[in-house]
């Protein structure tokens, strides 16, 4: 039936206007939240852990939280826009360290290298845009295309190691005025990002279509290009991550960054953007994966194993994402 | 008896109520004379009492005699479908569904059959006072007439009906007693016999309502759209009408009539098959939905939840969310202030609450919502409104303000379009009156041409056979 309407009308029932805080309150609540959660972990550890606050070690957490960062506030838009997540992230951002770290062996000048990169990174990113804004769910998309990609790299590589060798990249392990270089491009990234969503007409348009596609698109707001522009995003931050990666490690396989598809997503959950869209902030995605880093060092200082340390980031994942939605749903009763 | 009054006046409340969705604070109910606690609402059903929503509970995919023993007590865990759907043919009968197949699957009936089978369902557990929460907000005047029969069987049956709606000829038609709600508060009930229209509205509203529709300017003879040999799918013969300057123009006739159809088309969010749009003596395509706004045509659809809103976002950035391009900046940052000073002037010209530019458009009432939808095209200083439905859902009083602030636009130059299916909105408010019957304009003529009941015949004519009883 091409005619209008045999949905039932949007009635509010019941309904008054409603007496209530701006739009804004809720983030700003689940802002808090993050913020909260960082500083109780933050507290705990150095109860329970000497050193915890040691220049090192908080080096050495940001440094862990720096990749995992930037993948997930690169992510967000994705996840914002409506199109729920990328589960090709690992392949993608070991593609971009692969590609790099092979590259520079060779002789390649880093500048471009990391050029190549991009190019190639994003390149995939538009065509998975592409198919998703076609219709294809985002999920399968990804997971497909990272199931791809894993197996070019694997066959490329043979699934032997490949190193820089004499070529190492001298920024690879640098800091500037003692912070770590990653550190510094992941607070410079969430800034862009950040800045990007809020402030700009497309980051505007990302968040509309994510909060509903069908009045985005009523509106005059191109799914396409939302999704496109947010696929762009995302394949620039795996490559910055990949990069950044491949200049610290020096070396690489196809096994690289393995978890960095589960921490990326945890950190977006933790920071409570909403799976399905339309709400959320790259700010608090970074948050997130801050605070996994922080309480994965506090276990790994206090010798828990690998399976505890895993548990243990998943239950907080899981009281995280729980509470914030318990207040989401407290705030709607009222 | 029959419950009336505004969004917000407290029907909905007493009916949470009544069905034990919430406890009342203070107060008693009786049930036949002794009172009656019916909170939880385990203790309403004992009681007799149920409730149709107007939403529906039933399982799309499960079949209609599924669905009629779903959440009964006393069913047994494996049953025949043959004794299951003969049973069901029982039922369905007694709700004048006896051409409906137990077999089917729900998705595939009509928003009226559902309604009814949302009866059905009630009748399974011997309820004995039914609540009608606006069952007939969604269907089309037949639909209509063959609910309200089968309301009115459910009476001569015995059973007690309280009848929650919006539309004022129902009431007359169908109840033996009003009750009117105002900010909260019900007064004392009336018989129907002793009422008019104009009474009702008046107890509605608290106040006179003069002109629900305001006065109508004289139209210039200004040609701002022309449309020519119009064809889409479901348009089975060429339309075409004229829109001047400030002119509104209303097509009416039943779903699936060509009338939303042929607005689609114009929107480019229906594939235009043939036919010439022509805005100011410029031929203009409008085959996507971009082109469309592009060229001036902001476009609103009858569903506002669906594609009409952005429940969760600012009111702000749901006025904006058309015309962000028009207030970007060199780099292609969102200008703070003048999507502010742009969404304030929106907001007042539709009496939308200023202050309230960052609440989430879910807190508005229905018609508020509706004001922010339609709304939101000004920013885009559109030359030609198409609204579907504009007042669908919206109480008494913000109609009035919408029919109020479209007039107004219409005197700035603006030319709209009309779709309802609301005869008395479509007299009061268009200029022109444009009738649609199965996939044809079948008239176009002023609105002082027009009588109600003309229109009526004009949208359900050619085959009164199929009229219902």
Request: one cysteine or more.
């Amino acid at each position: 039936m091409s005619e209008a309407s045999t949905a039932p009308p949007a009635t509010a029932r019941g309904g008054q206007d409603l007496p209530g805080p701006s739009a804004d309150r809720r983030e700003q609540l689940s802002t808090a939240l993050v913020v909260g959660a960082v500083v109780v972990a933050v507290a705990v550890a150095v109860a329970v852990t000497p050193n915890f606050l040691s220049v090192d070690n908080v080096r050495a957490i940001l440094r862990n939280a720096a990749i995992v960062g930037i993948v997930a506030v690169a992510m967000t838009p994705i996840t914002l826009s409506g199109n729920f997540i990328s589960l090709g992230t690992q392949q993608s951002a070991m593609a971009a360290m692969v590609i790099f770290i092979a590259l520079v062996g060779t002789g390649w000048p880093p500048a471009a290298a990391i050029a190549v990169v991009l190019v190639a990174l994003v390149a995939v990113g538009v065509i998975q845009g592409l198919v998703v804004a076609a219709g294809l769910n985002p999920v399968i998309t990804t997971l497909a295309a990272g199931a791809i990609i894993f197996g070019v790299v694997a066959d490329a590589t043979d699934g032997q190691i490949v190193r820089v060798g004499e070529h190492a990249v001298s920024w690879g392990n640098s800091t500037i005025a003692g912070v770590p270089l990653e550190v510094l491009v992941f607070l410079l990234f969430t800034i862009a990002v950040g800045t990007f969503m809020t402030k700009s007409v497309s980051g505007r348009r990302m968040v509309l279509a994510g909060a509903n596609r069908e009045t985005a698109e009523v509106s005059g707001i191109s799914f396409r290009r939302v999704t496109i522009g947010a696929f762009v995003i995302f394949s620039i931050g795996l490559a910055i991550a990949g990069v950044l990666s491949g200049a610290g490690f020096g070396e690489a396989t196809i096994q690289s960054l393995s978890t960095l598809t589960i921490e990326s997503l945890a950190a977006i959950l933790v920071g409570g953007t909403a799976i399905t869209g339309g709400y959320g902030s790259p700010w608090r995605s970074a948050g997130g994966a801050v605070l996994i880093a922080v309480i994965s060092n506090v276990m790994v200082l206090n010798d828990f194993s690998t399976g505890g340390r895993l548990a243990v980031q998943g239950a907080v994942v899981v009281i995280v994402v729980v509470l914030l939605e318990w207040l989401r749903r407290r705030r709607e009763v009222r | 008896m029959a419950l009336l009054g505004e969004n917000g006046a407290g029907k909905s409340t007493l009916v949470k109520a009544l069905a034990g969705l919430i406890e009342p604070d203070s107060g008693t109910i009786e049930v036949d004379g002794a009172p009656a606690t019916l909170y939880p609402s385990g203790r309403s059903q004992a009681a007799g009492v149920a409730v149709v929503h107007q939403e529906y509970s039933s399982v799309p995919t499960m079949t209609v005699a599924e669905n009629l023993v779903l959440g009964q007590s006393g069913v047994p865990s494996v049953w025949w479908p043959r004794a299951l759907n003969s049973r069901a043919r029982e039922l369905l009968a007694q709700v004048g569904l006896e051409d409906v197949d137990p077999r089917t699957p729900v998705e595939h009936l009509t928003v009226a059959e559902m309604q009814l089978l949302e009866v059905a369902r009630l009748l399974v557990r011997d309820a004995r006072i039914l609540i009608f929460d606006e069952p007939t907000a969604a269907l089309t005047d037949r639909e209509i007439d063959r609910v309200l029969a089968v309301i009115r069987r459910l009476v001569e049956d015995g059973r007690s009906v309280i009848y929650v709606t919006h539309r004022l000829a129902e009431v007359f038609r169908l109840t033996d007693r009003v009750t009117v709600f105002r900010n909260g508060r019900s007064l004392p009930p009336e018989p129907t016999g002793e009422l008019d229209v104009d009474a009702v509205i008046n107890r509605m509203l608290g106040r006179e309502l003069e002109a629900m529709f305001p006065p109508r300017d004289t139209l210039v003879d200004e040609p701002l759209l022309a449309v020519e040999g119009l064809l889409a799918p479901g348009l089975v013969a060429p339309v075409g009408f004229t829109l001047r300057r400030g002119e509104i123009l209303g097509l009416t006739g039943q779903l699936g009539s060509g009338a939303g159809t042929t607005v689609q088309a114009l929107a480019g969010r229906l594939p235009q098959t043939a036919g010439r749009v022509v805005l100011k003596d410029e031929e203009i395509s409008v085959r996507t939905h971009r082109a469309s706004v592009d060229h001036g045509f902001g476009y609103c659809t009858a569903d506002r939840k669906r594609d009409g809103i952005f429940a969760n976002r600012a009111i702000r950035e749901n006025l904006s969310s058309p015309w962000l391009d028009s207030i970007a900046n060199r780099v292609g940052w969102v200008s703070r202030r003048g999507e502010r000073e742009r969404a304030t002037d929106i907001a007042k010209r539709f009496a939308i609450d200023t202050e309230r530019l960052e609440s989430p458009v879910a807190a508005l009432s229905g018609g508020n919502q509706q004001k922010v939808a339609v709304g939101k095209w000004l920013g885009t200083e559109p030359q030609v409104l198409l609204l579907e439905e504009p007042t669908r859902g919206v109480d008494v009083g913000a109609r009035a303000e919408i029919y109020t602030s479209l007039r107004r636009l219409c005197a700035s130059g603006l030319g709209i379009v009309v779709v309802s299916s609301d005869m008395p909105e479509v007299l009061g408010l268009c200029d022109t009156i444009a009738t649609f019957y199965r996939g044809r304009l079948t008239s176009i003529a002023p609105h002082d041409q027009r009588s109600e009941e003309e229109l009526a015949r004009e949208v359900m004519h050619h085959d009164p056979s199929e009229a219902v009883p």
